[in-house]
T-cell receptor
Framework: ETGVTQSPTHLIKTRGQQVTLRCSSQSGHNTVSWYQQALGQGPQFIFQ???????GRGNFPPRFSGLQFPNYSSELNVNALELDDSALYLCASSRISGDNYGYTFGSGTRLTVV | EDQVTQSPEALRLQEGESSSLNCSYTVSGLRGLFWYRQDPGKGPEFLFT???AGEEKEKERLKATLTKKESFLHITAPKPEDSATYLC???????????FGAGTRLTVKP
């Protein structure tokens, strides 16, 4: 059983630039959620995708957008990067939307905006 | 609004010294309460899901319990490898968001 893989592991971008982060979900999982984790804080929900449609969104501006592909992999896009976007971005997959068995998280992408 | 508060922020224990971590929550209709372990530089690792008050789950040295307002993660005779940040999260029936607390950073000294 493969886990959740994220790429890249680390990234440095300049303020104002755009970034795309990628996630391959665990085999058999069809739901992907994205979280932002600032240093010393718990993860914050960005949005969730189920069957290629956005299925819930947290309190993040529209410059945070996403995609889910037919193979259930996913992308997180962030436009017009700001310094406060520096964080660990986590992708989590589960079998169905709202799976109570707990999400499987990837190791994350560490984004630094300078 | 759903809220999760974890205490203490940090906890230092000697190997073998048992203790408990607290997670207080408010949620509009609890679908599930989750405990995760997170090691530095890694994603959270799933430990338990609790669904209703009175429920308990165990895994090795860890035991999670749930009431209508809080959950406890009891650590019995911890070892240095139990050192990590422990995160609590709740999910409500009316959305797909898992709301996390800030975590408890546990250090177990040999």
């Amino acid at each position: 059983e493969t886990g959740v893989t994220q790429s890249p592991t680390h990234l440095i971008k300049t303020r104002g630039q755009q970034v795309t982060l990628r996630c391959s979900s665990q085999s058999g999982h069809n739901t992907v959620s994205w979280y932002q984790q600032a240093l010393g804080q718990g993860p914050q929900f960005i949005f969730q995708y189920y069957r290629e449609e956005e299925n819930g969104r947290g309190n993040f501006p529209p410059r945070f957008s996403g995609l889910q592909f037919p193979n259930y992999s996913s992308e997180l896009n962030v436009n017009a990067l700001e310094l406060d976007d520096s964080a660990l971005y986590l992708c989590a997959s589960s079998r169905i939307s709202g799976d109570n068995y707990g999400y499987t998280f990837g190791s994350g992408t560490r984004l630094t905006v300078v | 609004e759903d809220q999760v508060t974890q205490s203490p922020e940090a906890l230092r224990l000697q190997e073998g010294e048992s203790s408990s971590l607290n997670c207080s929550y408010t949620v509009s209709g609890l679908r599930g309460l989750f405990w995760y372990r997170q090691d530095p530089g890694k994603g959270p690792e799933f430990l338990f899901t609790l669904y209703s008050a009175g429920e308990e789950k165990e895994k090795e040295r860890l035991k999670a319990t749930l009431t209508k307002k809080e959950s406890f993660l009891h650590i019995t005779a911890p070892k240095p490898e139990d050192s990590a940040t422990y995160l609590c999260a709740v999910q409500a029936w009316n959305n797909n968001d898992m709301r996390f607390g800030a975590g408890t950073r546990l250090t177990v000294k040999p």
